[in-house]
């Protein structure tokens, strides 16, 4: 596959493969790895799918390094193959000729974040895995801005990278069973927020007092897929001012 550049170049993508997931999904697998390069190949294949609006097809939602979409059977005329045949077929053109690349950068946000203590309680666990100590964690984290890569696992839950190096710790060994909503956690390779209270198995070193999620308003999350998130040390005393309110 190649991806159009705004410049008229391209970037080349061969491993690629298309999958059933049930009766009325497939997904479109375009790497093996997370990667800013592989997001950005999403983002762009995800937007131009969004674009067609192909009858029959229902939602197109991306992933770190896949696309799902979603489609009715009934929708697709019987006397030509099966449904996911005939749009593993149209897609698979799609993929062959290439894309546009989708050209915005996106939006650099700068994220508060209070680290440590009751905020962070796995802090000082993440210092000693990475064999430095916490203040070092703290500049890591928030010295570069991450792409954001997709949402999942709650509405608006944000999930960017890719982390420093010398930040690789894998999930905690023993997961909790309820993780504060607003906590800024990280795991191999990737920062997460949780927008919700819910169990979880990241490293907590964080949270944030921004509410990410709101249902009225258009569109609903507060980040976008391709921003570029820098995390802000704050105080807890900041904290508490900057606050906001959940439904």
């Known amino acids: ?26 997904q479109i697998r375009l790497g093996d790895q ?16 969004l674009r067609q609006r192909w009858n029959g097809v229902r939602d197109v939602v991306p992933a770190f390094t896949t696309i799902a979409v979603h489609y009715r059977p009934e929708m697709f005329p019987r006397d030509k193959g099966s449904a996911f045949a005939q749009l593993s077929a149209r897609i698979r053109d799609v993929l062959v ?25 796995d802090l000082d666990d993440v210092a000693r895995a990475c064999e430095i100590d916490t203040d070092e964690v703290i500049r890591l984290h928030s010295a570069t801005p ?6 999942f ?4 839950n944000p999930f960017a990278g890719p982390l420093h190096p010398r930040l690789n710790v894998p999930r905690r060994s023993t997961p909790r069973t309820l993780v504060p909503a607003g906590s800024v956690a990280i795991a191999n390779g ?10 979880g198995g990241w490293n907590v070193i964080a949270r944030t007092p921004w509410n990410l999620f709101h249902v009225d308003r258009q569109p609903p999350t507060r980040l976008q897929l391709g921003d570029q998130l820098r995390f802000v040390p704050i105080s807890p005393a900041e904290f508490d001012a ?6």
């Open 1 to 26: 596959m190649a991806i159009a550049q705004p410049d008229g170049a391209t970037m080349g993508l061969t491993d690629w493969r298309i999958e059933p997931v049930g009766d009325r999904c497939l």
């Open 34 to 49: 997370v990667s800013v390069a592989v997001s950005q190949t999403v983002h762009a294949v995800t937007e131009w799918l």
């Open 97 to 121: 000729d290439g894309v546009p690349a989708v050209v915005h950068a996106g939006r650099l946000v700068e994220v508060p974040a209070c680290y440590g203590g009751e905020y962070g309680p």
């Open 146 to 151: 991450l792409v954001l890569y997709t949402f």
């Open 153 to 156: 696992f709650s509405p608006g």
């Open 190 to 199: 990737i920062s997460s927020i949780y927008q919700d209270a819910s169990p």
């Open 242 to 247: 900057m606050l906001e309110p959940r439904p």
